[in-house]
C-alpha cells in the first residue's frame, strides 16, 4: 500500500512492533495511512524521523499518533501512541 508524506509518495511498512501497539490500542491500517497522509508532523532529531499525530473525534484516546522513519522508498512505521502530547 501506498502513502502520501510531504509530497511524495511512500510504500508502507510496518515494523511488528508497529503492529502489535496498533492492535492494543484499537487502531487500523486505515487509521495508521490517515495520520499520516493528513496528520500535523513534527521533526525527531534523528534525521528523517518523525512524530504525526491527529485528533480522532471518535476517540476519548487523543492525540493518536505514529512514529515514522522516510527510507526511500518506504515509509517505516514504528510505532503508535495515543494520548501523546508534543513537546
Same mark, same amino acid.
Given at each position: 500500500m $501506498?502513502?502520501?508524506?510531504?509530497?511524495r509518495s511512500y510504500? @508502507?511498512?510496518?515494523?511488528?512492533?508497529? &503492529?502489535?501497539?496498533? !492492535?492494543?490500542r484499537?487502531?487500523?491500517e486505515?487509521d495508521?495511512l490517515?495520520?499520516?497522509?493528513?496528520?500535523?508532523? $513534527?521533526?525527531?532529531?534523528?534525521?528523517?524521523?518523525?512524530? @504525526?499525530?491527529?485528533h480522532?473525534?471518535? &476517540?476519548?484516546?487523543? !492525540?493518536v499518533?505514529?512514529a515514522i522513519?522516510?527510507?526511500?522508498?518506504?515509509?517505516?512505521?514504528?510505532?503508535?501512541l495515543?494520548?501523546?502530547s508534543?513537546?
Open positions: $501506498k502513502v502520501r508524506f510531504n509530497n510504500e @508502507v511498512v510496518f515494523t511488528e512492533h508497529a &503492529r502489535e501497539q496498533m !492492535l492494543l484499537g487502531l487500523s486505515e495508521v490517515h495520520v499520516i497522509q493528513n496528520g500535523k508532523q $513534527k521533526a525527531k532529531p534523528t534525521k528523517g524521523k518523525y512524530w @504525526v499525530f491527529m480522532f473525534p471518535s &476517540r476519548k484516546d487523543n !492525540l499518533c505514529v522513519s522516510i527510507e526511500p522508498p518506504n515509509v517505516i512505521v514504528i510505532t503508535t495515543v494520548n501523546w508534543p513537546k
